[in-house]
């Protein structure tokens, strides 16, 4: 599996940017998909993520602001970003847990985009 974010760039507080995460196939049998951001200094977190069953779950400092969406036919998913805040100044990060099976044994297997950077100017 291989994902390829863009969208990222600078913006002024207040504003909006939507980021695109290209999968090289079909997102429909991931187990998770979703979004994460690091900033300078600081520890990768969890931003949005779309699990199976159709399960959404945001960090509580975007809730309400961001939303994660897919398009199947693309193989995309999407982090639309409003009423951005320097504090969401950040990289972003694409990643896909797949499940894979041998024997009786499962495994989750991670893959992980390049990144995109979101700078959010006060």
């Known amino acids: 599996v291989q994902l390829q974010a863009s969208g990222g760039g600078l913006v002024q507080a207040g504003g909006s940017l939507r980021l695109s995460c290209a999968a090289s196939?079909?997102?429909?049998?991931?187990?998770?998909i979703g979004w994460y951001r690091q900033a300078p200094g600081k520890q990768r977190e969890l931003v949005a993520n779309l699990g199976s069953g159709g399960r959404v779950d945001y960090s509580a400092s975007v809730a309400g602001r961001f939303a994660i969406s897919r398009d199947n036919a693309k193989n995309t998913v999407y982090l639309q970003m409003n009423s951005l805040k320097p504090e969401d100044t950040a990289v972003y990060y694409c990643?896909?847990?797949?499940?894979?099976?041998?024997?009786?044994?499962?495994?989750?297997?991670?893959?992980w985009g390049q990144g995109t950077q979101v700078t959010v100017s006060s």
């Open positions: 196939e079909s997102t429909f049998h991931f187990k998770d």
């Open positions: 990643k896909a847990v797949v499940e894979s099976h041998k024997g009786w044994t499962r495994y989750n297997n991670d893959y």
